[in-house]
């Protein structure tokens, strides 16, 4: 059964971090292209960061500088370390695993950035 379970959510005031895990199962981890994404209220999904089999990452132009995703194959997990929040980063964040055609998404994890 495949499963990713997201975790690290939660409030934080504007300027501080946050680490995202997901934790991933039921596939082979370490072959599929994984991705953050994250929805506000009211606003489409977007895509916050990418990571590839291979290590190379894309970021959204919203956070390049400040986020960064990573990914250790022996844990089956990858994270994404959110520096430097702004309100404007509030929302649900998603984990996305895919892989030639075939994809899974996580429940999501609340972030609120907020004083």
């Known amino acids: 059964q495949v499963q990713l379970v997201e975790s690290g959510g939660g409030l934080v005031q504007p300027g501080g971090s946050l680490r995202l895990s997901c934790a991933a199962s039921?596939?082979?981890?370490?072959?599929?292209?994984m991705r953050w994404y994250r929805q506000a209220p009211g606003k489409q999904r977007e895509l916050v960061a990418r990571i590839s089999s291979g290590g190379s990452t894309v970021y959204g132009d919203s956070v390049k500088g400040r986020f960064t995703i990573s990914r250790d194959v022996a844990k089956n997990t990858v994270y994404l370390q959110m520096n430097s929040l702004k309100p404007e980063d509030t929302a649900v964040y998603y984990c996305y695993a895919g892989r030639l055609g075939r994809f899974y998404w996580g429940q999501g994890t609340q972030v609120t950035v907020s004083s």
């Open positions: 039921g596939f082979t981890f370490s072959t599929y292209v």
